[in-house]
């Protein structure tokens, strides 16, 4: 079978919320899965602007922006479309700095493995965090891990919230139907709070049996850790944090099956 119909009449649930022609959702049917809707978690801006606006303003002087997610790139380059002369931009990622060449900023600093951890060693390895004014939009709920990281070597940083992540109501009885039915054979999930989400909506009995019985595929270590706390069995986890990884590790959850 081509690579392009390796998913071919698998089941496959989105837990982020993307709409019909959603990237993840396109990707998916490319390589020929039936994608069902489980999207319970969106972004929102954050519901007090003015933060995000006073360090967008003062933004030339900073000497890094840190960028963390695609979502936190689009919260600067909207309201800032052009890169600001002087100060250098690092990305957690290749997704992360893909989103930022895409709006034609370029990235200074970006490690190999995705994660917040190894963009702070990037920084300690590079030995020019101390004294540097940094600038950290992220998620509301973005864990401590840069910010804190780079605090430790000496960085002054400015975390401003640039955007919320919102859970949307699930209906659990479609869901149920799809698993009872066998029309869904691998959950995705892009984040922990798609997974918190995805549990809240649906009841703990539903996503005990999920976690028990299918495979999930998952983008990222954080997300990873976040499935296994909470009971999910089987996972195959991206090897790259990206859209196209999330689908490789689809594949690799059917493989082990």
């Known amino acids: 079978m081509s690579r392009e119909l390796a998913l071919s009449g698998v089941g496959v649930a989105v837990t982020r919320a993307e709409g019909k022609d959603g990237p993840l959702r396109t990707l998916l049917k490319k390589r020929g899965a039936r994608v069902l809707d489980w999207g319970c978690v969106t972004f929102s801006p954050p519901e007090d602007l003015c933060p995000l606006l006073a360090s967008l303003a003062r933004i030339r002087d900073y000497d890094w922006i840190c960028f963390s997610s695609p979502r936190a790139v ?24 893909a989103s930022l060449q895409s709006a034609g900023w370029e990235v200074h600093r970006v490690p190999k493995r995705g994660t917040g951890d190894a963009l ?4 300690h390895r590079a030995g020019d965090a101390s004294g540097a004014r940094v600038f950290f939009p992220a998620s509301a709920i973005a864990r401590d891990v840069i910010p804190s990281g780079l605090e430790k070597l000496g960085a002054e940083v400015d975390r401003t919230t640039a955007y919320r992540t919102v859970t949307l109501p699930v209906d659990e009885a479609p869901c149920r139907e799809a698993f009872e039915g066998g029309t869904v054979q691998v959950v995705t999930f892009a984040s922990p709070s798609a997974m918190e989400a995805l549990r809240g909506g649906i009841g703990e009995e539903l996503f005990d049996e999920l976690a028990t019985s299918l495979p999930a595929a998952v983008m990222g270590p954080t997300t990873a850790q976040a499935l296994t706390e909470a009971g999910w069995m089987n996972l195959s986890a991206a090897k790259e944090p990206t859209l196209a990884g999330l689908v490789d590790a689809v594949e690799e959850a059917i493989r082990s099956t």
């Open 74 to 97: 689009e919260a600067v380059v909207s309201r800032i479309p052009d890169p600001v002369a002087g100060v250098r931009i690092a990305a957690v990622g290749p997704t992360t700095a």
């Open 120 to 123: 702070v060693e990037e920084f």
